[in-house]
Every structure is written in structure tokens, then in C-alpha cells.
């Protein structure tokens, strides 16, 4: 069963700054992108960055400049490095892994984190 934990997510002041953390577990053998999404009460969720095994990046435009995606593909683990955090970055944010592969399946599927609230107070 795969598995993704996020951390480092908190409370934090305007022009501050966090960085999130997502380890996948489960006899992985591959994945193909991982991303960060986010939800607020009451609109969808959207995707905030995403980095592939290629460590091909894609940015929202509302982070471009303030937040860097990276993977350490040996740990199975996706980064979310934010600065200068403005109050309108408060959500919850859930990892996404996109195409994994496990040793006991080579089909490939999509698996979600339990999200981790970050609050950016004015």
C-alpha cells in the first residue's frame, strides 16, 4: 500500500516563509511527477507546482518567484520550498504522486497525501 505523509506546514507571518515536505512509501519502484496542490473552503482544489523524473518544473503564476518544487527521487520525497508567503497562500496543501510504479505492480496509479494546513497571518 503506497503511502504519502506531508509535513511542515504551520503558521507562519506575511513575508515569511515554510517548506513542506511529502515521503511516498510502499515498495515504490517509480514515479513519474509529483506535485503539490491546494484547497480552501469552498473552491477546488489547484495545483500549485509539479516537478517529474526529469525534474521538469511547472508553476501557478500566483507562486512563480516565491515557491521551488524539488524531488529527491532516491527517497521518494517532493519539496516545497515557499518565501515571502502572502496571506492568500493559506490552504491546505496536499502531495500528489502521479504514475507510480510498485515492485509488486507495474501498473501505474495516482495516490494523494492527508494535505497539511499552512496559514500565512497578515
Known amino acids: 500500500q503506497v503511502q504519502l505523509v506531508e509535513s511542515g506546514g504551520g503558521l507562519v507571518q506575511a513575508g515569511g516563509s515554510l517548506r513542506l515536505s511529502c515521503a511516498a512509501s510502499?515498495?515504490?519502484?517509480?514515479?513519474?511527477?509529483m506535485a503539490w496542490y491546494r484547497q480552501v473552503p469552498g473552491k477546488q482544489r489547484e495545483l500549485v507546482a509539479r516537478?517529474?523524473?526529469?525534474?521538469?518544473?511547472e508553476y501557478a503564476d500566483s507562486v512563480k518567484g516565491r515557491f521551488t518544487i524539488s524531488r529527491d527521487n532516491a527517497k521518494n520525497t517532493v519539496y516545497l520550498q515557499m518565501i515571502s508567503l502572502k496571506p492568500e497562500d493559506t490552504a491546505v496543501y496536499y502531495c500528489?504522486?502521479?504514475?507510480?510504479?510498485?515492485?509488486?505492480?507495474?501498473?501505474?496509479?495516482?495516490?494523494w497525501g492527508q494535505g497539511t494546513q499552512v496559514t500565512v497571518s497578515s
Open positions: 500528489n504522486a502521479q504514475g507510480v510504479r510498485t515492485v509488486m505492480s507495474f501498473s501505474l496509479k495516482d495516490y
Open positions: 516537478i517529474t523524473s526529469g525534474v521538469i518544473t
Open positions: 510502499g515498495m515504490i519502484f517509480s514515479i513519474n511527477t
